[in-house]
C-alpha cells in the first residue's frame, strides 16, 4: 500500500477552496495507493471554515489543521507532520489538479530513483483582463527567465517546480521548511534538495489549474518579496542559488546610474543600445503572446513591473542582510493577497 498526503495551505479561499478539494478526489489512482487530504488554515474568516466543514461530511479522510501562525512555511510542515504517509503532496488552495496529477507523479518516483520532488505544467485561468495580461508575460523566458518551470514545454530536470510532490525520505535527509522565510520556502527547501544529491523533475504531462490575481500593485509587492527574500535566502546558503536572479537587480542598477554613466564616454551610447533591446525584445515576446492590440501594450507594462519588483526587492534584501546585517524587516513579512 501506497499512501499519499495532499497537504493544502490555505486562509480565506472560500470561492476556490470546493473545487479545489473535489479535483483531488477526482484522482485516477491505482487499487493500491490510499490517501489524506490535509487543509492547513491559517483561521480563515471569509467563509472558507464552513465550507471546509460541510465537504468533511462528504469526505471522511479530509482533516482540518490550524495555522495559528498564518505562515506559509509553518503550513507546509503542520501538513507534513500531521499525518505519516509514503509521499506528499502540496497543493494551493488556487490549484486544481489534472485527474492523472498525483498518479503519474507516483510513477515517475518509481522509474527514476534519483529524483526526490516531481512538478507539472500550469494552465492559468483569469480572474480579469489584467490577470490574463499577467499570466501571458509570466509564461515567457523574457519576464520570467531561461530554466524557470513556468516556461519549461518538455519534460526534464529542473531546479524548483510548483505544486510539488515529494518522497518522505526528503524530510529524513533535509528536514522542514524554513519556517524564517515567508516567501521563497520552496526555493530553500529546493536548493537543500539538490544540494544534498536529490533531483527536481518536471513533468509536462500533468497539469493543474491555476487562478491567477489580476492586479499590477499586487503582483509589484509579490515580486519585490520574492526578491527581497531571496537574498536571505542566499545569505543562509552562502551561495547564489540561481544566476538569473541576478539579471533584475543589474538592470534596476543600471537604470538608476545611467544619468552618472552616461557623463563616461561611449557608456550612454551602450546604454542606450541596451534600453532599445529591452523595448524590442519585450515588443516581441508580447506580439507572440497577445491576440488584440491592447493586449501587446498591456504585457509590454508588465515585464518592467515584474524585472523592476523583484530588482528593487532584491537590492534592499542585499542592503538589510549583507550590509546591515539585519534581520527581515517587519513590513515584508506581510504576504500580497
Not at 75 to 82: E, H, I, M, P, S
Amino acid at each position: 500500500m501506497t499512501t499519499v498526503s495532499v497537504i493544502i495551505p490555505c486562509r480565506n479561499e472560500v470561492k476556490y477552496i470546493e473545487e479545489c478539494i473535489h479535483a483531488i478526489y477526482a484522482s485516477v489512482l491505482e487499487d493500491n495507493i490510499k490517501f489524506n487530504v490535509i487543509v492547513v488554515d491559517g483561521i480563515s474568516d471569509d467563509g472558507t471554515r464552513e465550507e471546509l466543514s460541510n465537504l468533511q461530511l462528504k469526505y471522511t479522510n479530509l482533516f482540518v489543521v490550524d495555522n495559528d501562525k498564518q505562515l506559509t512555511p509553518y503550513a507546509f510542515n503542520l501538513g507534513v507532520k500531521y499525518k505519516k504517509a509514503d509521499y506528499y503532496q502540496i497543493v494551493g488552495a488556487r490549484q486544481i489538479l489534472s485527474s492523472n496529477y498525483i498518479q503519474k507523479s507516483l510513477k515517475v518516483f518509481r522509474t527514476d530513483d534519483s529524483v526526490w520532488c516531481v512538478g507539472g505544467a500550469v494552465d492559468n485561468v483569469y480572474v480579469n483582463y489584467t490577470g490574463e495580461m499577467i499570466a501571458n508575460a509570466m509564461s515567457t523566458s523574457f519576464g520570467m527567465g531561461l530554466g524557470n518551470f513556468r516556461t519549461l514545454e518538455k519534460s526534464n530536470y529542473t531546479d524548483t517546480v510548483g505544486t510539488p510532490m515529494y518522497s518522505a525520505k526528503v524530510f529524513d535527509e533535509i528536514g522542514f521548511f524554513d519556517e524564517n522565510l515567508v516567501r521563497n520556502q520552496d526555493d530553500d527547501f529546493n536548493y537543500r534538495v539538490t544540494k544534498s544529491g536529490g533531483k527536481i523533475w518536471f513533468e509536462s504531462k500533468i497539469k493543474l489549474k491555476y487562478y491567477v490575481r489580476g492586479s499590477f500593485k499586487g503582483l509589484f509587492r509579490q515580486f519585490f518579496q520574492y526578491g527581497y527574500w531571496k537574498v536571505f535566502v542566499n545569505k543562509k546558503h552562502k551561495a547564489v542559488t540561481t544566476l538569473r536572479q541576478l539579471v533584475p537587480p543589474l538592470f534596476v542598477l543600471f537604470t538608476l546610474t545611467f544619468p552618472i554613466l552616461k557623463l563616461i564616454p561611449f557608456m550612454g551610447i551602450v546604454g542606450e543600445i541596451g534600453f532599445s533591446v529591452y523595448f524590442l525584445l519585450a515588443v516581441l515576446f508580447s506580439l507572440k503572446k497577445s491576440k488584440l492590440i491592447k493586449d501587446v501594450f498591456y504585457i509590454i507594462i508588465t515585464f518592467p513591473i515584474l524585472h523592476f519588483s523583484y530588482g528593487l526587492g532584491y537590492l534592499l534584501g542585499m542592503f538589510h542582510f549583507l550590509l546591515l546585517n539585519k534581520q527581515p524587516s517587519q513590513s515584508q513579512t506581510r504576504l500580497s493577497r
